[in-house]
């Protein structure tokens, strides 16, 4: 289905995904948040799928800890994918092309954009399921804390994402077109609120910028 873009760009978030969290942008940088949006809300076709289906629907067992408790108590799940279409990833292109500090920021505003889509999707996901008397947990993605992204292949598989909405993977399971979401979400009959990746498990923990400023990507 036909998805709409945010009113507004959450410019904050933007800002944290380029290292600049609440910092107030000079004219220069402002200038470059404008252009990059203005481009990107051209070129974005934003689409998304989702469906309701049983815990067997996905192979769990193999999925890890962190996804495994996230689900606790859950006995169905949300599927859901969200892709700004490719034309959003051939403007990202053109965009580093033309400029090298625009296309750096065109990339943190993309993914702004996406993850604010999938915030709109959720919320009407969320109405639809709670008038079947139903609760759901967050979004948890393939790849998250000790999750294998391999988990990616089902969960197309499971959505249909190729005819749906143009979703592909590559043979090492990243999405194609590259500003897209998949996502899993736990339904149950009583609230669930579902659990976080921590850093003990993330791929990047040793590497990672947040953990070297004393906080973390789930709060800065």
Do not use: N
């Amino acid at each position: 289905m036909e998805l709409t873009l945010p009113p507004q760009l959450d410019t904050g978030t933007a800002l944290r995904y380029l290292g600049a969290a609440g910092w107030t942008p000079d004219d220069g940088t402002a200038r470059l948040l404008a252009g990059a949006e203005s481009a990107l809300r051209a070129a974005a076709t934003p689409r998304g799928v989702w469906r309701r289906l049983p815990l067997s629907a996905l192979p769990l067992a193999g999925a890890g800890r962190d996804l495994a408790r996230h689900l606790q108590g859950c006995t169905g799940l949300v599927l859901m994918a969200v892709t700004l279409g490719s034309g959003a990833d051939a403007a990202l292109r053109r965009l580093c092309l033309q400029d090298v500090a625009l296309g750096a920021v065109a990339d943190a505003v993309a993914s702004v954009l996406l993850e604010q889509v999938c915030d709109g999707f959720e919320a009407e996901i969320r109405a639809a399921v709670a008038a079947q008397g139903l609760h759901m947990t967050g979004r948890y993605s393939p790849g998250y804390g000790d999750c294998p992204l391999a988990l990616q292949q089902e969960l197309c598989l499971a959505l249909d994402t190729v005819r749906g909405i143009g979703l592909c993977l590559t043979p090492e399971y990243l999405m194609t077109p590259r500003k897209s979401v998949t996502a899993i979400l736990g339904t149950a009959d009583h609230p669930v609120t579902g659990a976080k990746a921590g850093c003990a498990t993330c791929a990047l923990r040793g590497d990672c910028a947040y953990r070297k400023r004393g906080t973390t990507c789930a709060t800065d």
